[in-house]
Every structure is written in structure tokens, then in C-alpha cells.
């Protein structure tokens, strides 16, 4: 039998006559209506909890309720959260508290060791005899600029890492073949890490680590290099300067604390608390971290200096900055105006620019190969790549290349 249309009718009626849509709706302030949203795409979102009848919060508890047994998979980004109150009305009124933050995959791209393992790893290796670089020897550099670890696509960084470290070690065997190379220098220039807020608009939603995690994945990258790199060599020197991507900073881009407050500088502190507390690794190692944004230092009777280049101002292209800087550092009668080589990171490609036949400018690749913000503000993606060169003897440096 064929259904009438007034059936139709009153079928569709009754089923829009739903009970929910009669209670009286709940207010909520604006901005913070109880809620959770995730890009896979992103791998973050945001939480808006159920409001609190106290002002505090148990982050874990709402990932719960609203992820149940998934809520492991995420973390929240508490330095993001947000709150607000709301007076509801009634005898007495009663005020209710929302809180809202950023939320991030909780996944993790390397093994889950932390630092009193790395420590313990550092400690099994048996010592060897140390001894100083020969006279006339070079130096060996490896540029570490502008990893951005915790940015979209941290695991492509970390593959670019990891297959760049045997790509160094085969170029080093083969530049002996040559000439004396017993040093090798580590170059931290900035921005190791990405933070996760105040540097770009929706930076927030765009990070895949939090602080914590971004800091440890970025240890475990430079310490699995310099197990590998540093049994080659008589000695090491390793400095890291800061970044502007390193700094503390508030959700409006305000940074705050000190120049040397930084977590780039944190990061090379802590790869000297784990070597140097292991006897095979001590007296091969020195560790130089600067109070201020850039450092000065004599390798292989070459003076160089590091700096990451957030600093420098003036109109024109990065070289163009970059001369202004150094031309004020002649000014001031700085140690950074005798320099024969200037390290510099922060704009993310290569170049080499010989300045007055004496100095050279060297601009590192990062080792990030930029984002939809990099697309959107330069017109293309970097090509990502590990800056090495020889420092040393008459020429004060030679054999640049970049690792890609």
C-alpha cells in the first residue's frame, strides 16, 4: 500500500518534535561554548572545557571525557590556556569557570629515553687517549641552523638528520685523504627549536610537540650526532648562540627574561652535563654557550664568530643586514669586527658572500623545509640541506658544502 503524504507529513513532524530543543538553552560566554576540535591534518586543536564550579582545571580529566580512552593520544598546551567566568543566575547566583587551550598530538618521533639514559648511554663508552689538535691542523664544521623541531613536518626534519650524520662522516674520511683535520667544531646557530607561541599567526594550531617534547626530540638529534662524530676527532668544540625561535615568549610575540634565557643555549647545556659526565667523552669535549646573541672564537687560528641574525636591522637583503651589523660592530670596537668568518642562520637558505677579500659571510640552510606561512610570505619552499665546511690554514676556510 502506498504511504500517503499525510503520513509523510506527520511522520517528518513528530520526528522534529524533539524533546532536547524545548529545554531552555544554557548560556555560555561567548568563545566558550564546551567543546573539542582536531585537524589530522595539523595534528592540533582546541579544548573548551565544561565549566568548573572552581577556578582550577584538570586538563587530564577533560581530554578524558571528551577523547575517552584515546585522550593519551593528546596533550594540551597549558601555557596557551585561556579562562573565563560566568555568573549564572540564581538564589544565591552561582559563578562557573571555562577554560580553553590549544591541543596537540601527543605522538613522540623518537624512542622514549630521557636524559639519565642518554647519560647512562654517553657513560658505557670506554675512554681513549686525548690528544690535542697538531699544529697546521684544520677544523672540521658542521652548522647546526634552524631545525624548527616541533613544526609541521618535524618527522622530515629528523630523517634529513639522521641520513645527513653518515654523509658527514664519508666526507671527513675523504678530506683526509688530503689534508690534517684533527678538530671538529659544532655550530649551534638558533632557532634548534620552534616554540609554541608568539613567533607567526596560528603558529598554535600548527605545532606537533609541545616545549617539553620539542627540547627532548632536539637532544636526542645532537647527541646522536656527536656519538657518532666526536670518537672521529682529537678534539671538539661546540657552542650554540640563540635564536629568536628559543626565546620565551607570551602568546602577543612579547619576549620576556634575558638574551641568554634561551632554550637553544638550554639545549647545549644540557649536551655538556651528558658528555661530561662521561669519562670517554670529557677531555675531548669543550662546551662554549654565550651570555649574549652572538659569540666570538679563535678556531684553527681563525677568528669566527656565530650569530643567528634576528638582530641585525637595516633595509636590504640578509647580506646587505649583515654587513650594516658587522660595520657597527667596527664602531664599537668589538671583537666581532676582527672576524674572518661570520656564521649566520635565521633566513633559512644558503649563500656565501666575500666581503673586502678578507671576510666571508656564510648564510646556513635550515635543516626545516618551511611551511605553509614560509610558502605564503617568500613564494616558495626552502631547500633544506646541513651547511659543512674546513676552517683553517692559510686560506681561513675551504670546501663548503651543503649535506642535502
Not at 659569540?295 to 656565530?306: Q, R
Request: net charge neutral; charged share 30%.
Amino acid at each position: 500500500m502506498a504511504e500517503s503524504n499525510n503520513l509523510k507529513k506527520f511522520a517528518e513532524t513528530v520526528q522534529d518534535r524533539d524533546p532536547r530543543k524545548s529545554k531552555k538553552k544554557i548560556e555560555h560566554p561567548k568563545g566558550f561554548n564546551p567543546s573539542v576540535s582536531y585537524s589530522q591534518q595539523t595534528k592540533s586543536g582546541e579544548i573548551v572545557s565544561e565549566p568548573q564550579k572552581e577556578n582550577k582545571i584538570d586538563w587530564k580529566e577533560q581530554l578524558e571525557s571528551y577523547f575517552g580512552a584515546d585522550a593519551k593520544n593528546y596533550r594540551v598546551l597549558e601555557d596557551t590556556a585561556e579562562i573565563r567566568f560566568w555568573d549564572m543566575a540564581g538564589n544565591p547566583p552561582q559563578r562557573l569557570y571555562y577554560f580553553k587551550a590549544k591541543i596537540v598530538s601527543n605522538k613522540a618521533y623518537m624512542p622514549d629515553d630521557d636524559f639519565k639514559n642518554l647519560l647512562n648511554q654517553a657513560k658505557k663508552k670506554k675512554p681513549t687517549s686525548s690528544k690535542k689538535p697538531t699544529k697546521n691542523s684544520k677544523t672540521f664544521c658542521i652548522a647546526l641552523s634552524d631545525w624548527q623541531i616541533g613544526k609541521e613536518g618535524t618527522e622530515a626534519t629528523i630523517e634529513r638528520w639522521m641520513d645527513a650524520i653518515p654523509k658527514i662522516k664519508e666526507q671527513i674520511k675523504t678530506l683526509r685523504k688530503s689534508e690534517t683535520i684533527d678538530q671538529l667544531f659544532i655550530a649551534g646557530l638558533g632557532d634548534i627549536v620552534e616554540g609554541c607561541t608568539g613567533f607567526y599567526a596560528q603558529q598554535e594550531f600548527t605545532v606537533e610537540l609541545d616545549y617539553r617534547q620539542q627540547q627532548k626530540v632536539a637532544r636526542r638529534m645532537a647527541y646522536t650526532a656527536l656519538k657518532e662524530l666526536v670518537p672521529m676527532f682529537d678534539k671538539t668544540v661546540v657552542s650554540f648562540i640563540a635564536g629568536n625561535h628559543g626565546e620565551p615568549r607570551t602568546s602577543s610575540g612579547k619576549s620576556f627574561t634575558s638574551f641568554s634565557d634561551n632554550r637553544d643555549i638550554m639545549l647545549g647545556e644540557e649536551l655538556a652535563e651528558i658528555f661530561k659526565e662521561a669519562p670517554a667523552y670529557k677531555d675531548k669535549i669543550d662546551f662554549i654557550m654565550p651570555d649574549s646573541l652572538s659569540i666570538t672564537l679563535d678556531i684553527s687560528d681563525t677568528v669566527v664568530t656565530l650569530v643567528h641574525g634576528h638582530q641585525m636591522r637595516g633595509g636590504g637583503n640578509p647580506q646587505a643586514k649583515a654587513r650594516t651589523w658587522l660595520a657597527n660592530q667596527s664602531l664599537a670596537r668589538s671583537e666581532i669586527a676582527d672576524s674572518d668568518l661570520l656564521l649566520m642562520g635565521h633566513y633559512h637558505f644558503f649563500s656565501a658572500y666575500e666581503s673586502d677579500g678578507k671576510r666571508l659571510i656564510l648564510q646556513a640552510p635550515s635543516l626545516d623545509s618551511g611551511s605553509e606561512w614560509f610558502d605564503n610570505t617568500n613564494g616558495g619552499r626552502n631547500s633544506a640541506g646541513v651547511l659543512t665546511l674546513v676552517i683553517g690554514g692559510s686560506e681561513k676556510w675551504s670546501n663548503i658544502r651543503v649535506i642535502r
